[in-house]
Nanobody, 126 residues
Framework: QVQLVESGGDLVQPGGSLRLSCSAS????????FAWFRQAPGKEREGLLC????????YYSDSVKGRFTISRDNGKKTVFLQMKNLTPEDAAVYYC???????????????????WGQGTPVSVSS
């Protein structure tokens, strides 16, 4: 059974940095692609970035380009989201998603991802 557990969410000041982790279990991690989404109150779940089986990455949101990066550690079965220069607009619950589709192309909709974690909250405020 696929299980994803996000961690690392916190309250940070504007301009700060944060690294989120997504620990996976119950499936062959190295054969799955992963994505990070976020959902702010009253808004739809927004796709941010994806990392493919090959390690290639794709951005789904222009708002995080140059500030957020995604990476994976197959040995630790963990996916990371490194965030910098955070603004109040980045405040949301951040979710990790996994799917057995190997690539990231055009998979920015939440409905295109099979498995989800429970989310970790990020607040950005002074």
């Amino acid at each position: 059974q696929v299980q994803l557990v996000e961690s690392g969410g916190d309250l940070v000041q504007p301009g700060g940095s944060l690294r989120l982790s997504c620990s996976a279990s119950g499936f062959s991690f190295e054969y799955y692609s992963f994505a990070w989404f976020r959902q702010a109150p009253g808004k739809e779940r927004e796709g941010l970035l994806c990392i493919a089986v090959t390690g290639a990455t794709d951005y789904y949101s222009d708002s995080v380009k140059g500030r957020f990066t995604i990476s994976r550690d197959n040995g630790k079965k963990t996916v990371f989201l490194q965030m910098k220069n955070l603004t109040p607009e980045d405040a949301a619950v951040y979710y990790c998603a996994a799917d057995s589709t190997s690539g990231c192309l055009n998979r920015w909709r939440a409905s295109q991802w099979l498995s989800w974690g429970q989310g970790t909250p990020v607040s950005v405020s002074s």
